[in-house]
């Protein structure tokens, strides 16, 4: 698939099919998802690939959202800021979520290259999942990926795109007109 079909393709899906994929697709979409620029080179996100049905059931519940029951996978996408911390200090947090939103959306761009759907779960109890899964104190917990095939009988409408008349500018802002810079002759230098 094209890079920019892929990357229109992407949604946020709520109804899959029962079919579940390969776990091998899924540790594809993490291994994309490591490829992500991170502050520091640091490379301190964790994942839990879940696909036990009970346990899927204690995430929607962690969530509430009732699609996430009938998932086959959810990934739990973790980190250990402390290596960000280290370099960075009151940085850190800014850094940090710049590094996580990266690696999502490479994770998430990776699913659909391979024919899946997806659904990144922001909110969310972090008690909850930190009980269930006895994750250490420090350690953050940063997003549910629901994944799995869409439902072909009812696929997710693509969004409206705004166009960015109002939110591209140049060179400062307000500026929504490019203006090119003239060229330099010897004699102004």
């Known amino acids: 698939m094209e890079f920019m079909d ?21 540790s594809a979409g993490i291994n994309a998802a490591e490829t992500a620029p991170s502050a520091g080179n640091t490379q301190c996100l964790l994942y839990i690939m879940v696909d036990d049905p009970e346990t899927i059931e204690q995430l ?8 996430v029951r009938k998932m086959p996978w959810v990934v739990v996408i973790l980190s250990n800021p402390q290596q960000f911390k280290k370099l960075f200090d009151h ?30 779960i922001g909110s969310f109890s ?15 917990i940063e997003a549910l990926i629901a994944v799995g095939y869409e439902l072909k009988s009812r696929p997710t409408k693509q969004r ?13 802002w307000g500026n929504k007109f490019y203006k090119p810079i003239g060229k330099a002759r010897r004699a102004d230098i």
């Open 91 to 120: 940085r850190a947090p800014k850094f940090m979520g710049h590094y996580v939103g990266a690696a999502i959306e490479n994770f998430l761009l990776k699913m659909v290259d391979q024919g899946l759907a997806t659904n990144w």
């Open 160 to 172: 409206v795109r705004y166009a960015l008349d109002n939110r591209l500018f140049f060179g400062g």
């Open 6 to 26: 892929v990357m229109l393709k992407r949604a946020s899906v709520k109804k899959f099919s029962t079919k579940k994929p390969a776990p091998e697709m899924i």
């Open 60 to 67: 929607a519940k962690a969530c509430r959202q009732d699609f």
């Open 126 to 140: 972090d008690v909850t999942i930190q009980n269930l899964f006895g994750i250490p104190d420090g350690i953050g």
